[in-house]
């Protein structure tokens, strides 16, 4: 739902702050005022187009900020959770509009796309009263608005299970038929994995051969490092470190009785010895293991050399490739068992394509009841607002069914006749405006405002009528409040007397310069205006008391 809309340095318009809240919200204003600039904005907050002429005379920049919240706008939450532009259960757009004719836009401070801004306020508003405005002009959105009407989900959601399933056998039928005669490859690779399985691959084992490879290389520097090591350290004649200990404890050991701190001292060097007896040890079993054998280094670096050989051949490290050989192995599975998948999704793809025809009949039917009613209601309500004779039709023409179509097997249409004796054409191919959006208001007071549209924006819906239709307008828009939020841009009293709230856009010239204001009305003031809209520019008692009715009138 809308909640905010700020608009500053835009048209004729300085500054102007607009708060809105749930039911219906109408604009008022004399002729000229600008009472459609908002939904301009509106428009533009949505993605449209801007050129320089948005900004207003001598300024640098247009700023137009809107903001709404998504309590009841699940698919907008989901859409900004997606993008990445998630903010709590908030949503700001901002737009700038230079003077330049360039713009830029934000959604939650983030810098978006027009294209993006577009495909979110296509989740949050939808505006009535111009062509490229209108969502129900679009096929897809016909389609939806009729499936929210018929309740369907349940249904569409099982077409869409079933098409997914379907397209996943197909893709899987193009994938292998398009692999041709794989024999030749099962051939190279079944050579290239007899040659890889012959070495052992195993990540350790290889890490093992090279830590022997190092160990043979420098066979000769071990040893006499272990023997020198091993003699200064525990060597039979002085001055080796084991012996130098013996001697200096027992020379401590004499005088330790004059000073016991000493003993501490020995101790110690009894620990240091018990860690050369250790290292001795581990020195003689190293030294055991060493020995100069050409014969096994020869072995071990041939068989390094074939691991780096087949390392280079494969592009790969030598560490990774027994997980290239495991990545043959299974390509030769699938490969093997080509053949007899074919042979097997022929058939589940038949029996796939049965399931999607299934499910698709069951929504084609729902649809088809819904259609009915949609159309039988959207006709009365076309009557009642001043287009007697008109006729509202919702066409589904059927789809070949030759590919798995989540949307279902049929396509929607929706058609209109706007006066007696005419063919009924596409609701997008309705020329006159007026019509366009009387229509548009019926088909959404039929559908009881079930599109997941929260917002709807109607602007000049009342042009051309008058009386009795007008006040009948101004109730369908009500009813309409009642489930959705809706702005109404108005010139009839009789609409205007219908509204939960109530603006007035007025236009005054300061300094040569023609400026808008838009001021919130109160109880007294809705009065006021809905007699200057009854009686013109001076306010009458026989206008006031009209007002009045108007407002009592109100259920």
Not at 157 to 173: D, F, I, Q, S, T
Not at 304 to 321: I, M, N, Y
Not at 365 to 378: C, F, I, K, S, Y
Not at 502 to 522: I, P
Request: net charge negative; proline share 3%; aromatic share 2%.
């Amino acid at each position: 739902m809308l909640v905010h809309l700020s608009l500053k340095q835009f048209a004729v318009v300085s500054e102007a702050e607009l708060a809105f809240g749930p039911g219906l919200t109408v604009i008022s204003g004399e002729t000229g005022a600008g009472k459609s600039l908002l939904v301009d904005a509106l428009g533009l907050l949505s993605g449209l187009r801007a050129d320089s002429g948005v900004v207003r005379h001598g300024a640098d920049r247009a700023e137009l900020v809107a903001e709404f919240s998504l309590d009841d706008v699940p698919l907008a939450r989901t859409w900004l959770l997606e993008n990445e532009l998630d903010e709590d259960d908030a949503c700001q757009i901002r737009r700038v509009i230079r003077a330049d004719g360039g713009s830029r836009a934000w959604v939650n401070g983030r810098p978006v796309t027009l294209g993006q801004l577009g495909e979110l306020a296509g989740r949050l508003v939808e505006i009535h009263g111009q062509h490229e405005h209108q969502a129900l002009l679009s096929r897809p959105s016909q389609l939806a608005l009729l499936d929210a009407f018929g309740r369907t989900e349940t249904e569409r959601r099982a077409v869409e299970a079933a098409a997914a399933h379907w397209n996943g056998l197909l893709a899987e039928r193009d994938t292998l038929s398009a692999q041709g005669d794989v024999s030749d490859r099962i051939d190279w690779l079944e050579h290239q994995h007899a040659e890889l399985d012959r070495e052992d691959l195993e990540p350790e084992s290889i890490a093992r051969l090279q830590a022997d490879h190092r160990r043979h290389a420098h066979a000769a520097g071990l040893i006499a490092a272990c023997d020198g090591a091993f003699a200064q350290l525990g060597g039979e004649e002085d001055p080796s470190l084991s012996r130098t200990l013996q001697h200096v404890r027992s020379d401590l050991q004499r005088v330790v009785e004059h000073e016991p701190r000493l003993g501490e001292v020995d101790a110690m060097l009894d620990a240091a010895a018990i860690q050369i007896d250790e290292a001795l040890a581990l020195l003689d079993r190293v030294r055991s293991d060493l020995d100069l054998d050409p014969a096994a280094f020869d072995a071990i670096e041939h068989r390094l050399g074939r691991l780096h050989e087949l390392a280079r051949k494969h592009r790969v490290t030598p560490e990774q490739l027994g997980a290239h050989r495991d990545a043959i192995a299974a390509e030769l599975d699938t490969l093997r068992g080509a053949g007899v998948r074919l042979a097997t999704l022929d058939g589940e793809i038949a029996h796939a394509r049965q399931d999607w025809r299934a499910a698709a009949d069951v929504l084609g039917a729902r649809r088809r009841e819904a259609a009915q009613r949609l159309a039988q209601g959207t006709t009365a309500l076309i009557a009642e607002l001043g287009m007697g004779g008109g006729r509202f039709d919702v066409e589904l023409e059927p789809t070949d069914g030759d590919r798995p179509d989540p949307n279902g097997g049929e396509r929607v249409e929706f058609m209109v006749a706007a006066n007696p004796g005419q063919p009924a054409r596409p609701l997008r191919k309705v020329a006159s405006g007026g019509e366009l959006s009387r229509i548009s208001l019926a088909i959404e007071v039929a559908a009881l405002g079930m599109d997941a549209v929260p917002t709807m924006v109607f602007d000049e819906v009342d042009t051309g009528i008058g009386g009795a239709v007008a006040e009948i307008v101004g109730q369908k828009l009500r009813a309409l409040g009642a489930s959705r939020q809706v702005l109404c841009v108005t010139h009839l009293p009789q609409v205007a007397a219908q509204g939960h709230a109530h603006y007035r856009v007025s236009k005054a010239a300061s300094e040569g310069v023609t400026q808008s204001a838009v001021q919130s009305l109160d109880a007294k003031q809705r009065e006021e205006e809905l007699a200057r809209m009854l009686g013109g520019v001076e306010l009458t008692r026989e206008a006031r008391a009209a007002a009045k009715r108007l407002l009592a009138d109100v259920v």
